[in-house]
């Protein structure tokens, strides 16, 4: 079936990948007051131009997002993502806008901290995102898994160098205040920085970005149409968490929607832009080495098992399953496989995943129900 449709097409669709501007700032530390943008309001491309094409549906050309493995339109289907850093504190709440994120990733930042990073697949008509934070280098090689285009507020020194080398938007560059970084005013600072689609596609315009997906790009395998992974085998997986010490989040499954519905600091995990609770079809819990910069201040998550094997869980439907990972460099993509050294199969759907320390893997927990993950916990 074909349908008449107007696409927006950026003049920066078609373009190569070339080297931001200067990015030798750092981040300043977290108890210093980040650089103030006063709020304004995001003004309408240049440039952008308007055609009436004729395209057909997602179903029709079978194209398929990156991120969830659901049908989307062709131009979707190729566009590269664009994942931004997102802080997770009781400061920081609420956070607006991540319940639009395909995929979210969390991993350990300073004392028992998380921060979390969502990936968009479409950002082109983004609600406010916010707060955006500083880099921590390992989020920029999570990020780079899925080839996408990484928005932060600042960066620790010991991402400066890599992320020379990266197709990113810094809120400390100041070539994109009011571009693509503002501020709300009527919360307090470092919380209160925030972007949205208009601002994400102004910036990637400013820096010339590619914004195209290479040809046959793959990050997860996911499950055929019709198709739903049950994990018939695996253990009951009523609640699950992750064990963070600090926001102590968990999942429950809702059976009634099929989904994982997310909590941390002792409730509901709310996106304060239209009161959603984050939920997910999938949750990968990705157990990782680290260890301490020598400043003894930031910790050096490792995102490759270069020639090792990593370990895991898997979990969808209510149900659990022990999981292996292999990553040969930092800047590469995981594979992941079941017990049997199966490459694993994940529903279609949204997907949370959990970077877990390798000396607190001992912590997570997979709960046959509710009743057992309370009295767990007490």
């Given at each position: 079936m074909r349908h008449r449709k107007k696409t927006i097409l950026f003049a920066s669709l078609c373009c190569l990948a070339f080297a931001g501007c200067g990015k030798g700032n750092e981040e300043a530390p977290e108890s210093t007051e980040e650089l103030l943008v006063m709020e304004t309001e995001s003004e309408s491309l240049e440039g952008e131009i308007v055609m009436d094409t004729e395209t057909?549906?997602?179903?029709?050309?079978?194209?398929?997002?990156?991120?969830?493995?659901?049908?989307?339109?062709?131009?979707v289907a190729h566009l590269r993502p664009a994942s931004c850093m997102v802080g997770n504190t009781t400061d920081a709440m609420p956070q607006y806008g991540i319940s639009n994120a395909d995929v979210i990733y969390e991993a350990p930042a300073e004392g028992g901290l998380t921060r979390i990073m969502p990936i968009f697949q479409d950002y082109r008509e983004l609600p406010t995102i916010m707060s955006q934070r500083s880099c921590r280098h390992y989020f920029a090689y999570f990020s780079n898994e899925f080839d996408a285009i990484y928005v932060h507020y600042g960066q620790a020194i010991y991402a400066t160098e890599m992320l020379k080398s990266m197709d990113d938007l810094n809120g400390l560059d100041g070539d994109l205040a009011d571009?693509?970084?503002f501020r709300d005013n009527s919360r307090k600072s470092?919380?209160?920085a925030y972007i949205n689609g208009d601002s994400i596609i102004a910036g990637i315009e400013k820096r010339e970005y590619r914004t195209t997906l290479p040809d046959d790009f793959k990050h997860y395998t996911f499950a055929k149409d019709g198709e739903e992974v049950t994990l018939e085998n695996g253990e009951d997986a009523a609640v699950v968490?992750?064990?963070?010490?600090?926001?102590?989040?968990?999942?429950e499954y809702d059976e009634s929607t099929g989904l994982y519905k997310r909590f941390q600091y002792k409730g509901a995990h709310i996106d304060g832009g239209n009161g959603e609770q984050l939920a997910f079809?999938?949750?990968?819990?990705?157990?990782?080495?680290?260890?301490?910069?020598?400043?003894?201040?930031?910790?050096?998550v490792k995102t490759a098992t270069y020639d090792q094997v990593g370990t895991g869980k898997y979990i969808t439907n209510g149900k659990?399953?022990?999981?292996?990972w292999t990553k040969s460099v930092e800047n590469g993509k995981p594979h992941y496989f079941d017990a049997d050294g199966n490459e694993l199969v994940?529903?279609?759907?949204?997907?949370?995943?959990c970077a877990v320390l390798n000396d607190s893997?001992?912590?997570m927990g997979i709960y046959a129900s509710k009743s057992d993950f309370e009295a767990a916990r007490k």
């Open positions: 057909e549906t997602a179903e029709d050309l079978g194209n398929r997002g990156l991120l969830t493995g659901e049908p989307v339109d062709e131009v571009v693509t970084f470092p919380h209160n968490e992750p064990g963070f010490p600090v926001n102590k989040p968990w999942f079809k999938n949750i990968i819990f990705r157990v990782c080495d680290y260890k301490m910069e020598p400043d003894n201040k930031y910790l050096d659990a399953i022990d999981i292996t994940i529903n279609q759907g949204k997907t949370f995943v893997a001992d912590k």
